[in-house]
C-alpha cells in the first residue's frame, strides 16, 4: 500500500525535518498549517513590514512547503482559537500560552482531514522535553488521546525515546530510521537543516505571540483595569505602543506605516486620533477620555507624529474635535506606557 500521512507545518526547524525524515522514507505527505491569528512571522508579514536586510516577511509554512515539494493546506482556527485563549480547559503556560489546548485542538483538526481524505497517520515535529507544558511524555500521550489519535502521532525526532506508534508496529514506517533527541537544546536539528540544506524561520524555537512576555503583560494589565477581555484585544495586544492614561483611557499608538494602515481598519467600532495633515501616527482610543483629557492625547499624538507640534484631529464617535498638540516629554509617557517595566495602573 502507498502509505500517506498528514503533518502540521509551522515553518520552523522541527517541523520541516519531521516531514523531511519520513519523505525519506517514501511516505506521502500532505502539509497542514493552522492559522491561529498569533504568529509573529506572519503577522509582520500582514503589516507589510521588512527585515533587517530589507526583504520581506514570508508566510513560513509557505515557504516551508515549497522547500520540501508537499501540498499544503492551510486551515483557518482563528474563530475557535480565541474561545481556546480566554477559556484554555488546561490553563496557561508560563504567560498566556494555552499549549494543551491548542495542540488538542489541531490534532483534531487534523484527524477529521486525515480520516476524511483517507491518510494513515499524523506527523509532529514535536521534540520530548523540549517545551515544560505540552512536550513532557504524559502530556505529548495525554494529548493524542483527548484529541482521538491515539498510536497514531509519529514525532520523527524523538520517536525512540517514546512508545512504537501504529505505523511502527505494522511496518509502515522503519522506527531504525527516526531519531531519539531530547530537550530544549536544537543543535541536532541545525546540524539536520545544513545536511538537507533546509532554510528555516528564525528564531527556530518558533514564533508565537502568546508566549511573548510583553503580550502577556498586555493582557494581564487590561484584565485587571478593565475586567474583561474581548477578540478585538487578543488582536490589539500584538500591535503598537500601548499606553493607559490617568482616566483609565487607553491609546493603542502606530509604531509604523504598516500599523498606521493595520489600526484603520478598527476606525468603525473606536475612537481615534491622528495628525491632521496625516504626516504622522494613528492612535486608537479605547474607552472615554472626556474633554479635559483631549488635549494629552493631542499632546502624545505630537510626539509620535515626528516630535513636532502640529494640529490634531479626534473622532468621538463620529464627532471630530481638533487640537493643537505639542510633544509630550517623554518621562511623562513612560508613566503611561503598560509594559513589564512598569506597573499594572488603575482607572480613575
Known amino acids: 500500500m502507498k502509505v500517506r500521512a498528514v503533518a502540521l507545518l509551522s515553518g520552523g526547524l522541527d517541523s520541516s525535518l519531521a516531514i523531511r525524515l519520513l519523505q525519506d522514507q517514501g ?20 503589516l507589510v513590514l521588512r527585515r533587517e536586510d530589507g526583504s520581506h516577511y514570508v508566510n513560513p509554512a509557505l515557504r516551508a512547503a515549497a522547500q520540501l515539494e508537499v501540498p499544503l493546506q492551510i486551515v483557518d482556527i482563528s474563530h475557535e482559537y480565541f474561545d481556546v485563549i480566554l477559556n484554555p480547559k488546561y490553563g496557561y503556560g508560563k504567560n498566556i500560552n494555552p499549549c494543551v489546548d491548542c495542540r488538542i485542538l489541531m490534532f483534531k483538526k487534523a484527524k477529521e482531514i486525515m480520516e476524511k481524505e483517507g491518510y494513515n497517520f499524523l506527523i509532529t515535529g514535536e521534540v520530548l522535553g523540549q517545551r515544560p507544558m505540552s512536550q513532557t511524555f504524559e502530556r505529548l500521550m495525554f494529548i493524542e488521546k483527548e484529541a482521538g489519535l491515539q498510536g497514531y502521532v509519529v514525532r520523527p525526532l524523538s520517536a525512540k525515546l517514546l512508545p512504537p506508534t501504529i505505523p511502527e508496529k505494522l511496518g509502515w514506517i522503519n522506527r531504525d530510521k527516526l531519531l531519539g533527541i531530547y530537550g530544549r537544546s536544537r543543535k541536532k536539528q541545525i546540524a539536520l537543516a545544513k545536511k538537507y540544506n533546509l532554510e528555516y524561520e528564525q528564531p527556530a524555537g518558533g514564533c508565537c505571540y502568546l508566549t511573548d ?32 492614561l490617568p482616566s483609565g483611557t487607553k491609546l493603542i499608538v502606530a509604531r509604523n506605516e504598516g500599523e498606521v494602515n493595520f489600526l484603520k481598519g478598527f476606525k468603525n ?4 486620533a491622528y495628525r491632521k495633515d496625516q504626516k504622522g501616527t494613528f492612535a486608537l482610543i479605547k474607552g472615554n477620555p472626556g ?12 510626539r509620535y507624529s515626528k516630535n513636532q507640534a502640529c494640529e490634531v484631529v479626534i473622532n468621538l464617535d463620529g464627532r471630530e474635535v481638533c487640537i493643537w498638540g505639542e510633544p509630550i516629554k517623554d518621562e511623562i509617557i513612560e508613566e503611561f506606557k503598560i509594559s513589564q517595566k512598569g506597573r499594572v495602573k488603575h482607572g480613575n
Open 269 to 272: 467600532r473606536y475612537k481615534y
Open 213 to 244: 512576555e510583553n503580550y502577556a503583560y498586555r493582557f494581564k494589565e487590561t484584565l485587571q483595569v478593565e475586567g474583561l477581555i474581548t477578540k478585538d484585544d487578543l488582536v490589539l495586544f500584538a500591535v503598537g505602543r500601548h499606553l493607559r
Open 27 to 46: 511516505v506521502e505527505i500532505k502539509a497542514l498549517y493552522f492559522y491561529t491569528g498569533f504568529c509573529i512571522t506572519e503577522h509582520k508579514r500582514r
Open 291 to 302: 474633554e479635559e483629557k483631549l488635549k494629552l492625547i493631542a499632546n502624545i499624538i505630537a
